[in-house]
């Protein structure tokens, strides 16, 4: 008996079940009501005592054999159930780019270009106080040149306010630092204007600055000049409108030349050929006085300029509602851009 017992042990030990008929036959063989195991163990009654203990410890081992190898089984056929039955015939799915947003892209093709010119990137805080957003650049209070920026003030505190522009930065930055000063702020800004297709609420600025001894504007127009030739192309020409602006004395606004080739043309620069693309000037000294630096030492110039205008021109985008509006079917158009 002892030698029967032996060798159903080792025939289960070379055994490979893989399927689950197998395993059941498998079962029944050993395990059933006429199984080997059920014989054996009746069997066991007409085993001399001398042996008992020896036969017993067989019986209990090949029970023990058996069991582990329907365990076994079960374990791999409950790992092949629940992974999942893929065909890796099928072609598979294309990954889907993610993009920039076209603002993005024209806001770090502009602010690299300046950053190459020396300035560095300064940031300010979008919710202001009517000290950095207007008083200190010479808005006084009940300036007319206030009601040009529509304001959205804080509900509960109106001396709190969303800037209408970046050039609260130039003066955080003023307040703060010594000159030479040579620094960018890009950044959101927020006006209280009607919605249409060519003005938003929210929108997108990049501010300029720059304070050392002996500015002058020829510096500040070279500046816009290699500014718009690396931005625009080459052979870009520029021109400086008469304009102004509380804090810069004199002011300007920069076109660039667009031309006239085409009906798009026509429409984006209102038949002239020219693009308004930011305002600038240099800093009126009754701003740099009242951040704490000297007029009579120090001057400089500061420009600012809106990048959707900008991004429209570029990506011909003829409606500045479709930057805000998340659309796949237009963010899409991006990726890979720049
Ligand atoms: N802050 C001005 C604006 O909104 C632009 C500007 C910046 C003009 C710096 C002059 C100098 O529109």
Not at 245 to 258: K, L, N, Q
Not at 260 to 281: A, P, Q, Y
Request: net charge negative.
């Amino acid at each position: 008996m002892l030698e029967i017992i032996e060798k159903h042990i080792r025939s289960i030990e070379q055994t490979a079940l893989s399927s689950a008929e197998e395993v059941e036959t498998f079962r029944i063989q050993y395990l059933g009501k006429k199984g080997i195991l059920t014989a054996l163990f009746a069997d066991f009654k007409t085993v001399p005592n001398d042996q008992k203990k020896l036969v017993g410890q067989a019986l209990n081992a090949l029970k023990t054999n058996v069991e582990e190898a329907l365990s076994r089984f079960q374990v791999k056929s409950n790992t092949r159930k629940s992974a999942p039955q893929e065909d890796y015939s099928r072609p598979g799915y294309a990954a889907i780019p993610g993009a920039h947003h076209p603002i993005s892209l024209v806001r770090n093709e502009i602010v690299s270009i300046l950053e190459r010119m020396g300035f560095a990137v300064a940031q300010g805080p979008e919710m202001e106080d009517d000290w950095h957003n207007f008083s200190a650049l010479n808005f006084p209070p009940e300036h007319p040149a206030r009601d040009m920026q529509d304001t959205f003030f804080l509900a509960k505190d109106p001396d709190w306010a969303l800037r209408t522009h970046t050039s609260s930065v130039q003066v955080r930055m003023m307040e703060t630092k010594k000159p030479p000063i040579r620094i960018i702020a890009p950044g959101r800004v927020f006006r209280n204007e009607a919605i249409s297709s060519r003005s938003h609420c929210v929108f997108h600025q990049v501010e300029g600055l720059y304070i050392d001894k002996n500015v002058s504007f020829a510096d500040l127009k070279q500046t816009l000049l290699e500014f718009a030739r690396a931005f625009f192309g080459e052979k870009t020409e520029i021109r400086l409108r008469p304009s102004y602006f509380p804090f810069t004395e004199p002011s300007a606004e920069m076109d660039i030349w667009w031309g006239l080739e085409n009906e798009v043309d026509h429409r984006m620069t209102k038949g002239t050929g020219w693009l308004e693309i930011m305002g600038c000037g240099m800093v009126d000294p009754a701003v740099l006085e009242s951040c704490g630096i000297d007029p009579s030492v120090y001057s400089g110039y500061a420009f600012g300029m809106g990048i959707e205008r900008i991004a429209m021109q570029r990506f011909q985008i003829p409606d500045i509602r479709a930057f805000y509006e998340n659309d796949l079917r237009f963010l899409s158009n991006f990726t890979g851009a720049l």
